[in-house]
């Protein structure tokens, strides 16, 4: 081989294909002034991210292939980021962009992170934590249920409203879904959206039995809070109520070690 290396095995790799000596040629020892040196560096971060950008193109491509869609106006759109989180949530003019930086100095998300305790946008979670609620502290199956009626904030209603999602994605971006799956299966994880459930004619006969509408005394909280109401009557008449002030796995309401797992 063109050079030694102390591990033997590396040896015998080398002297039928120096491909080491290359690397090592190439991006440690390579010739150069001392003064380009940082230029060399990021010359090779650069390479890596390259890579990167390859490896991601290609599942970007293999999610296409499965019907995965995306936005050009994510940010500023109709539905973009800014009108789901514009104040709150029922205002008629646009978001304050310069709000969103006014405490970059003082105020770190990572001080308030929300750890996801269901597989399904955020709005859904304090609908489906009133679900989960009511049917474990009475027993409830979903052949129990007459009537689900959830109140909760504006945008919760329009853009988790759809009744009747015909994909994975818009499953986890449908209310009534989540909670019907809360209430047949006791959990809205990753195993709940898959095609089979998707078709599934008794979370469909319960969905139809789930009405999903805007409070005004929640929406005004939005977005410092998400919070939800949750009604149900059951086939023999009994009602029940739970009140959900915010998501489970917020903050100010954070998951256990068992809840975690």
Not at 56 to 67: D, P
């Amino acid at each position: 081989p063109s050079r030694q290396f102390k591990n033997p095995l590396i040896n015998w790799i080398e002297y039928r294909l120096p491909v080491f000596a290359f690397l090592d040629h190439q991006l440690i020892d390579y010739p150069t002034p001392r003064n380009l040196n940082y230029w060399w560096n990021m010359g090779s971060l650069a390479g890596i991210m390259l890579m990167v950008q390859i490896v991601t193109g290609v599942i970007l491509a293999m999610a296409a292939e499965k019907g995965v869609t995306g936005a050009m106006d994510i940010l500023e759109g109709e539905r973009g980021f800014g009108a789901a989180m514009c104040r709150n949530g029922i205002a008629t003019d646009g978001p304050d962009w310069e709000a969103a930086a006014d405490a970059l100095a003082s105020s770190f998300t990572i001080e308030r992170m929300t750890f996801k305790n269901h597989a399904a946008c955020g709005h859904t979670h304090p609908a489906i934590d009133g679900v989960l609620a009511i049917r474990n502290e009475n027993a409830l199956t979903a052949d129990d249920i007459a009537q689900i009626k959830v109140e909760t904030f504006q945008k919760a209603v329009e853009i988790c409203g759809n009744a009747d999602p015909r994909t994975i994605f818009e499953a986890k971006f449908s209310l009534p879904y989540c909670a019907a799956m809360a209430m047949t299966t006791g959990r809205v994880r990753m195993e709940a959206f898959s095609d089979d459930w998707l078709k599934n004619q008794p979370i469909r006969t319960l969905i139809e039995k789930i009405e999903v509408a805007d409070a005004d005394d929640l929406s005004a909280e939005f977005p410092k809070r998400r919070a939800a109401r949750i009604h149900i009557e059951a086939t023999d008449g009994r009602r029940f109520e739970h009140y959900s002030p915010t998501r489970k796995g917020d903050p100010d309401n954070p998951l256990t070690d068992d809840e975690l797992a």
